[in-house]
């Protein structure tokens, strides 16, 4: 299986078919007990980023501070990294909700705050593990759009774990798991 630069790809399967850990696997977090994954060589953190299904924000921190944290975590400057992030923010259409916790925004606010954070270390592979799942219909096509946007955008290379069939229809290409083995590509 290979996926191009910048390729929009849903990985699509049955539940328990392997489709978050083959996620895992091609981001690193974890390691295949057989078998190789050639991924990208530079460091995980500065190359790839991540959306959780249950985006991950760190509740005593704002929209702004969760954005901020990765490039932080990297000591890149800090007034560089505010900035790209308020720019980030305002690109996923919150930059009126900076300064707002976890706890004071939407599922789908969430969800924007974690694409942006996945983005503030400009990766050349975004992955999203089901970032549309715990979402409305309405709110999910919000996200939907908002990816697709933002790969157009940005040129990177999107990776995306979905059950939503329509969602996976507008991709540039799927990837079908059955028993943790790729059926179709």
Do not use: C, Y
Not at 147 to 173: P, S, Y
């Amino acid at each position: 299986m290979q996926i191009a630069s910048q390729e929009m790809v849903a990985i699509v399967g049955p539940s328990g078919a392997g489709k978050s850990t083959l996620l895992h696997l091609i981001g690193g977090l974890d390691r295949p007990t057989q078998g190789r994954i050639w991924r990208l060589a530079d460091f995980r953190s500065r190359r790839v980023g991540f959306v959780f299904q249950f985006h991950h924000l760190l509740p005593e921190f704002s929209a702004l501070e969760n954005t901020m944290m990765p490039a932080l975590i990297q000591r890149r400057p800090k007034q560089e990294v505010e900035h790209q992030a308020r720019q980030l923010l305002a690109s996923v259409g919150l930059a009126d909700r900076l300064h707002h916790r976890p706890g004071a925004l939407s599922g789908g606010e969430q969800q924007r705050v974690a694409v942006a954070r996945a983005l503030i270390n400009n990766p050349d592979v975004l992955l999203a593990d089901e970032p549309t799942g715990n979402l409305d219909r309405a709110t999910g096509q919000t996200i939907q759009t908002l990816l697709r946007q933002l790969n157009q955008e940005l040129g990177q290379t999107f990776v995306i774990v979905t059950h939503d069939q329509k969602f996976a229809a507008h991709m540039d290409r799927v990837i079908s798991l059955v028993d943790g083995k790729v059926s179709a590509a």
